[in-house]
DNA sequence: AATGAATGAGGGTTCATTCAT
DNA sequence: AATGAATGAACCCTCATTCAT
């Protein structure tokens, strides 16, 4: 019985072989740039064996595209795990975000390929809904932290939480954008600073968020 | 002095023949499927004399594109053009970009190919320019009624007027993107109406953007 | 010694599941676009396994082709067991291969990969001689009715039996290539009914290789 | 004017050129050996203007055979201009078929590839349209000769003249595929001429098609 | 005997761009 | 100015076969 799951072993190392050479050629070249045979190369593996275990290069390129997501959901795991005020920890979940964005930017850039299907010309259907199962738990995490402000009265009763989610990760995510692509752009010829600004959408869309009675709290936080 | 001229003219002409052509290529297709050979058919002329006016493909693409963002400026200087309160030169403002994605969905897709500068490979210094300073019109119209409403106390002065048109468009655009690449996953998954989110949030953010005062005869407009 | 038959028979077993599995895949994909793993799959057996009893694709397309000549050899077998005339024997065996023809058509197409060795890459001589013995076995029985044929003085003396064998072969397998591959085009295009074609030829050629003697009596069966 | 004239007959010429480069690299490798590489080199061209001139490998393969048809249409033209009896040019006609199967080898077996649909993958239409109207001036004109042997008593009258062409040429295309892919294993095993095969088989077959009026002058030449 | 993971060569086709005319 | 013929680089995926276990 020992072999077989040796063997199973053996396999998952080979994926994760072949995940880690893509990471790295996928970082530096991007989905279009990047080649199989670099990939190969890179693995150390013929061409074939890469297709043996991912079906197609854009399979290939989700598969490293969920390992960021896999970071992202541990950062939003410990920002949630910290026991502090529910107020607290939807900061943590905002902050999380933004230090995904800062530390792990290669697999942030990978999300825009996820987001938009009409990249997707070879996608397996296994890998698509891999790639939405994963992507669902991100979501169910934000929206039970909302859930609970809500309970709690912190959090407006007029938006559902879901659609809290979608406004604050839409918000960080159009601004990222922008640093990732822009920054330097913004920066010198507007003169805006996007990583100011991120911060600022985000205290502002919290605050928006927030019931009068729990903003209120907020802003004057010492009276008394 | 009149043969000049009228080269001038018949080349300007044949410009925007070419423009034409490959608008209808382009929209068709987008810019990866799109063919020169394609443009070059639809445009009764020779794949040469493309590149005699456009140096790449990807500058006539960007060529499309400022047509778009001349459209998008028109719809907003219609909107500031009706005399009204800044208040509702401001909502006409969103409303108008918002038509533009409705009623010109295909040019809007165009710009994310120039607000992502990975994707640029070909694309000249020139064309760029050109895209910039055509752009940059529309954040100084923008800008502008920004300024009036801070100057008319209906906009918080702790924002400068670039940061508040960032918002707007930033808040706006990430939305609209969504809507156009997975509408229907977030309208049957997810339960969830994006363009009644696009509204919302456009909402809710004028809100924030009003100075207290202002937000509060804006609750009340009734009284007296 | 019970052991070894046991084992013996197993591995015939063995090959036979391969065989079958193999004749089903090839029938519906032809030689080119099935693929090993296809017919692993189907015998439920990995792909290393076929190769323990075949030593490649062709040979294992041999291995199924050669069932096919099986079968025409025994629908000749039963052409010739029938206590009939000479001449209505010889007549059975043309009808019996244009039966073969209609009703395992799948097969008769495999011939076509057997006669033209330019097709041939990796064969082995070992099937290869096999497949030669099996053919043999046809031409042998075909013969043995036409010297028959001859002796009775039903057949032409200045054609050996084999020449007459090749060209009754010949005569129906040219025709009958026609039929699978361009039936439509003849019949549309050209307005000639192949299978009618068929028939005549054959009955054309039978006459031409009768005696002047059997074909008088032939002609006019009914006298006195 | 002349300008017009020589762009397109330089261009003839390079369409001759490939179709040159093509036939030798064909001759030698086959279909499915032989690569567009290849073809390139041996034309001193590059791939791509390959494709300017043919729209695949499977087009520019009938485009070589196609010179084969008209090779063996320029020989059957050949056969009926001497002017002759009617009976002498059809033998003309089978010399003229086995002539070119002796000579032209090569083109011969491309016309395999032509009978058989089932292997054209990626054949226009425009080169299949060309090759069927340049295919069936060689039945046209075969029919005509026969035609006109029916006309003169010369040829039963209970089969059409298409029927009877079908029926010469399937009988030698028959014997000459044996002859191309096995002639060895006939002569050497089997113990048979198939060249003598060749001429017997046409001679029968023409004995057949004769009226018996013309059968009886036939075989009994220099009475009287 | 059976497995199945690994191999690695193999190739037609597209198309943006150039340049001689 | 206009042409359009020529270029040539670029590339994913398949699959028969092998071999260590």
Redesign the pocket.
Known sequence: MGIHER?ER??EQ?REEILQAATKVFFEKGLQ?????EIADAAE?????L??YYK??EDLYLGVMSIGIDILYDMFLKATERTASTLETLRSFSRAFVEFFRTHRDYYRMFHFFQNPQLHK?VSDEMKEYCRTNNQKLWDLATKILQRGVDEGLLRKDLAPIEMAFLVWSTSNSIMMQIDFQEMHWRNHIGLDLDHMLEKANELLLETLLTEDARAKLERPTVA
């Open positions: 063997k053996e396999k080979r740039v990047a080649t199989m045979d593996l013929s061409k074939g064996t297709y043996l197609s290069k070879q």
